[in-house]
């Protein structure tokens, strides 16, 4: 039972609580002109802080829409759920999937994953198998950890969601980030930034903006080649997946790890504790704006109180890649520790 002052209490309470929409509407912060040097232009930066959902990361979302999907005649047999990742969406698979029944949760990752991510999902008690094959393969191809996934999930008693192609990882985007948009910003809106990972946030997110007006530009973000975020994918890579995200994006910008952690830290500086992801987010839409305005184009993005209103999308925290910044961005960003 959940009450009005939102205590969740009762046998089903934690169930109701990591309900995506248990919470109400995710907040929307402006950024000051610290890290905005366009709102002289009246630019207006925002970023959606998905991450104040219960289990603190947006892959929450298309992991309950997901498992809610699942036909309950089938859902009863299933003993083992298994899913191609070592981040957000298998930590909130395992959590998850305990309440629709399923006791166990597999993670196939790459032997490149890092100790402290590995403990992590140890932590929450996943279990993890090691795939031998690239890093990031294409969603239909015959080797890697996406058909090792397909082909357990066909075993008897196993289950494979498979988020590159599933629609309601898409839908979830739709429902609890392009709905809420809408209803925070409507018509205000202009620029709408998602990194690309599964391409489920960026497609389901900005069709439904797009739906409602068809001139918000919707700017794609990935990794630049040979650089490494944790969440996206590459430049190469986003063009391997089974979401059609290509069809509702205006541009795609490759940005590169220093940037990316650079943007995250100026911004957990401030006390927004986001992640890489949302860096690089914040590092493509300045890159995009200092272009539109060397063009002297910024006019044309304009809304009708004259101002441009870019939303981007925080994925979840800084907490689990707290080792990285520290080996991507230089010393002297740090305080050194000094005895007394």
């Known amino acids: 039972m959940v009450k009005k002052n939102k205590i969740f209490e009762g046998k089903n309470a934690i169930n109701f609580f990591l309900r995506p929409d248990s919470v109400g509407f995710t907040p929307v912060v ?21 991450q104040f959902v219960p289990l603190f990361n947006i892959k929450s979302l298309p992991a309950y829409n997901m498992l809610r999907q699942i036909p309950k005649k089938e859902l009863k047999d299933i003993k083992n759920l298994v ?39 140890q932590l929450l008690g996943t279990n993890l198998l090691i795939s031998n094959g690239p890093a990031s393969p294409g969603v239909f191809d015959k080797e890697g950890g996406i058909y090792d996934a397909r082909k357990l999930g066909s075993r008897k008693g196993w289950y494979n969601l498979n988020q590159y192609i599933n ?53 794609g973000t990935a990794i630049k080649k040979g650089e490494a975020i944790p969440g996206p994918r ?24 220093k940037e990316a952690y650079q943007h995250s830290l100026d911004l957990i500086r401030l006390g927004l504790f986001v992640g890489p992801s949302t860096g690089m987010q914040l590092s493509a839409l300045i890159k995009k704006l200092r272009e539109l305005k060397r063009k002297k184009e910024l006019k044309n993005f304009k809304n009708k109180e004259g101002e441009i209103i870019c939303c981007l999308v925080a994925c979840d925290t800084m907490f689990p890649y707290i080792d990285d910044y520290f080996s991507t961005l230089p010393t002297q960003l740090f305080p050194k520790i000094k005895k007394l």
């Open 30 to 50: 402006e950024l000051p002109a610290s890290v905005n040097p366009f709102l002289k232009d009246q630019v207006h930066i925002f970023i959606k802080m998905v």
């Open 83 to 121: 899913e191609y990742s070592s981040g957000n969406t298998v930590l909130s698979l395992t959590i998850l999937s305990q309440y629709f029944g399923i006791p166990k949760m597999h993670a196939i990752i790459t032997p490149d994953v890092p100790l402290h991510k590995k403990r992590l999902l």
């Open 167 to 219: 629609e309601a990882n898409k839908n979830a985007s739709e429902k609890y980030i392009g709905k809420e948009l809408w209803s925070q910003f409507g018509k205000r809106l202009n620029i709408f930034v998602s990194s690309i990972g599964t391409g489920g946030t960026i497609l389901g997110a900005g069709s439904f903006l797009k739906k409602r007006n068809k001139d918000i530009f919707v700017l």
């Open 234 to 257: 590459g430049e190469g890579a986003i063009h391997k997946l089974g979401i059609p995200w290509e069809k509702i994006t205006d541009e795609v910008l490759s940005i590169g790890s």
